[in-house]
């Protein structure tokens, strides 16, 4: 343990309990207080490795909240253990509010390596791993997440999102829409956990495998999504789009020739581009 007040950042199991390391352990037997997402789900964890201490709650509802009263702990010299419902905190959980706020107070964060489900699923995907992009939930609702992907659709990394089990087939309906039925997609569901499953395919195939089993549905899932990868004539998306902006306004000649004055590319190729479009 550290020397003086502080907070510690732990990560837990996303399934199986041999995840959890020694360090975690000690740190969490130790400390003056837990701070968990949800006390009555860790209390099991806590329950099953014998970890006796004393635990409080905080969550995306209260963070902003307890921040001051945790600090307040702190200032009382006591140590602080954040944990969230499972994997490392932070990472699509609570804890960015109150960690900024702690060293903003002057304490030490302390961050603990552990378990994480979007890199774990990350080495197994068969996906380029040396750049990637991490980016949570998609929006819940189609249009709202046709236009999240519309704005990754020429992303060149490798990219993680978390989905709930009950939009993957939407999302994926989604992704074929907007990405192309053979940009590569992996699911990785149930991490750790007995039925693990880590399945690759083309999104137009990848959805056609989950649609032979409703099992295929279920449990905790990471969704990673290839990066695009450029050919000599693909346009930049910024450049599609101011390209698309003017021709509404004027004659597509005209909108061609001002987009390649500004973007730096051939106005023919504009031109061609935008008769293709139907603009």
Same mark, same amino acid.
């Given at each position: 343990?550290?020397?003086?007040?502080?907070?510690?950042?732990?990560?837990?199991?996303?399934?199986?309990?041999?995840?959890?390391?020694?360090?975690?352990?000690?740190?969490?037997?130790?400390?003056?207080?837990?701070?968990?997402?949800?006390?009555?789900?860790?209390?099991?964890?806590? &329950? +099953?490795?014998?970890?006796?201490?004393?635990?409080?709650?905080? +969550?995306? +509802?209260?963070?902003?909240?307890?921040?001051?009263?945790?600090?307040?702990?702190?200032?009382?010299? #006591?140590?602080?253990?954040?944990?969230?419902?499972?994997?490392?905190?932070?990472?699509s959980d609570p804890g960015y509010h109150l960690v900024s706020q702690v060293r903003q107070a002057g304490f030490t964060v302390v961050p603990l390596p552990g378990p994480c489900a979007a890199t774990t699923a990350l080495c197994a995907a068969?996906?380029?791993?040396?750049r990637f992009s991490f980016e949570g939930f998609l929006p819940p609702k189609s249009n709202a997440r046709q236009t999240k992907l519309a704005e990754l659709l020429q992303e060149p990394r490798t990219m993680i999102f978390y989905e709930a089990?009950?939009?993957?087939?939407?999302?994926?309906?989604?992704?074929?829409?907007?990405?192309?039925? /053979?940009?590569?997609?992996?699911?990785?569901? /149930?991490?750790?956990?007995?039925?693990?499953?880590?399945?690759?395919?083309?999104? &137009? /195939?990848?959805?056609?495998?989950?649609?032979?089993?409703?099992?295929?549905?279920?449990? /905790?899932?990471?969704?990673?999504?290839?990066?695009?990868?450029? &050919?000599?004539?693909?346009?930049? %998306?910024?450049?599609?789009?101011? %390209?698309?902006?003017?021709?509404?306004?004027?004659?597509?000649?005209?909108?061609?020739?001002?987009?390649?004055?500004?973007?730096? +590319?051939?106005?023919?190729?504009?031109?061609?581009?935008?008769? #293709?479009?139907?603009?």
């Open positions: 343990m550290e020397s003086n007040p502080t907070l510690y950042i732990v990560p837990t199991p996303i399934g199986n309990l041999d995840d959890i390391t020694q360090r975690a352990l000690t740190v969490l037997g130790q400390v003056d207080l837990i701070c968990c997402e949800d006390t009555r789900h860790s209390g099991k964890l806590f &329950s +099953h490795f014998g970890i006796s201490t004393k635990t409080v709650s905080v +969550h995306d +509802h209260n963070e902003r909240q307890r921040a001051a009263w945790i600090i307040s702990k702190l200032e009382a010299g #006591e140590n602080i253990a954040l944990v969230s419902d499972a994997g490392t905190p932070l990472i068969g996906l380029p791993s040396d089990p009950r939009r993957i087939k939407d999302t994926l309906a989604d992704i074929i829409e907007v990405m192309g039925p /053979e940009r590569p997609v992996v699911i990785a569901r /149930e991490l750790t956990k007995t039925f693990e499953t880590i399945e690759g395919r083309p999104a &137009s /195939e990848l959805l056609e495998w989950v649609n032979e089993d409703d099992n295929r549905t279920r449990g /905790e899932m990471v969704l990673m999504i290839a990066g695009f990868k450029a &050919s000599d004539d693909t346009l930049p %998306l910024q450049t599609v789009k101011m %390209l698309e902006l003017l021709a509404k306004e004027l004659p597509l000649k005209k909108a061609a020739a001002i987009t390649a004055e500004i973007m730096g +590319h051939k106005k023919n190729a504009l031109y061609k581009f935008g008769l #293709e479009q139907g603009w």
